[in-house]
């Protein structure tokens, strides 16, 4: 079990993905709300699947592989990897 990377409080959070999310809630690609659905969700410890990954938040989505968040896609982008919801929970 761990949490996803950019939540991490033993390592900075890649200041270019906090960047992107930034830019998309000033332009409304994204929602307030989600955005603090995406940290409430980072900081829950879970279990990962090993491989690729995808969690959907409505106005965009989270791609990581294992505990390493990869990227965002907004939400009419197709996402790879397993589907997350809440049943890896921790």
Same mark, same amino acid.
């Given at each position: 079990?761990? $949490?996803?990377?950019?939540?991490?409080?033993?390592? #900075?959070?890649? $200041?270019?993905? @906090?960047? *992107?999310?930034?830019?998309? @809630?000033?332009? &409304?690609?994204? /929602? +307030?709300? #989600?955005?603090?659905?995406? &940290?409430?969700?980072?900081? +829950?410890? &879970?279990?990962?699947?090993?491989? #690729?990954?995808? *969690?959907?938040?409505?106005?965009?989505?989270? +791609?990581? /592989?294992? !505990?390493?968040?990869?990227?965002?896609?907004?939400?009419?982008?197709?996402?790879?990897?397993?589907? !997350?919801?809440?049943?890896? &929970?921790?």
């Amino acid at each position: 079990m761990g $949490k996803c990377r950019l939540a991490n409080s033993t390592s #900075d959070p890649p $200041k270019s993905k @906090v960047e *992107k999310l930034l830019d998309r @809630v000033r332009t &409304r690609e994204i /929602t +307030v709300d #989600d955005l603090m659905a995406f &940290r409430e969700w980072a900081e +829950v410890a &879970r279990q990962y699947p090993s491989g #690729d990954w995808c *969690k959907d938040f409505r106005t965009f989505k989270a +791609v990581g /592989t294992g !505990l390493e968040l990869d990227t965002f896609l907004n939400k009419e982008q197709p996402c790879w990897g397993e589907r !997350l919801d809440d049943r890896f &929970r921790g």
